[in-house]
Nanobody, 116 residues
Framework: VQLQASGGGLAQDGGSLRLSCEAQGDVYSIKDMGWFRQATGKERELVAVIARGGRTNYIDSAKGRFTISRDNIRNGVYLQMNSLKSEDTAVYYC???????????WGQGTQVTVSS
């Protein structure tokens, strides 16, 4: 599975951004999809995940501000980020867990920068 992410950029504190990621390849075998992020000098952390059936889970700091969604027809996963804070600044990576694969597939990172 190949993933193509888009939608990062610069936002003001309190602003919004929407990240998109579309998959190509063996998309019918995709189970979970989601987003990780990695800030400078920090470890990569899981931000949000959505199962094929729609069940979601979020990191505590994202609850109430971010919404993950998924389009199983377009094979895409999306992250709507509202009320952005400077601590959301990071490179965001989408991923897809394919049934039978030991490791997830990754998209290229997209930079999100929130200025105060």
């Amino acid at each position: 599975v190949q993933l193509q992410a888009s939608g990062g950029g610069l936002a003001q504190d309190g602003g919004s951004l929407r990240l998109s990621c579309e998959a190509q390849g063996d998309v019918y075998s995709i189970k979970d999809m989601g987003w990780f992020r990695q800030a400078t000098g920090k470890e990569r952390e899981l931000v949000a995940v959505i199962a094929r059936g729609g069940r979601t889970n979020y990191i505590d700091s994202a609850k109430g501000r971010f919404t993950i969604s998924r389009d199983n027809i377009r094979n895409g996963v999306y992250l709507q980020m509202n009320s952005l804070k400077s601590e959301d600044t990071a490179v965001y990576y989408c991923y897809a867990q394919v049934r039978g694969d030991l490791r997830p597939s990754w998209g290229q990172g997209t930079q999100v920068t929130v200025s105060s």
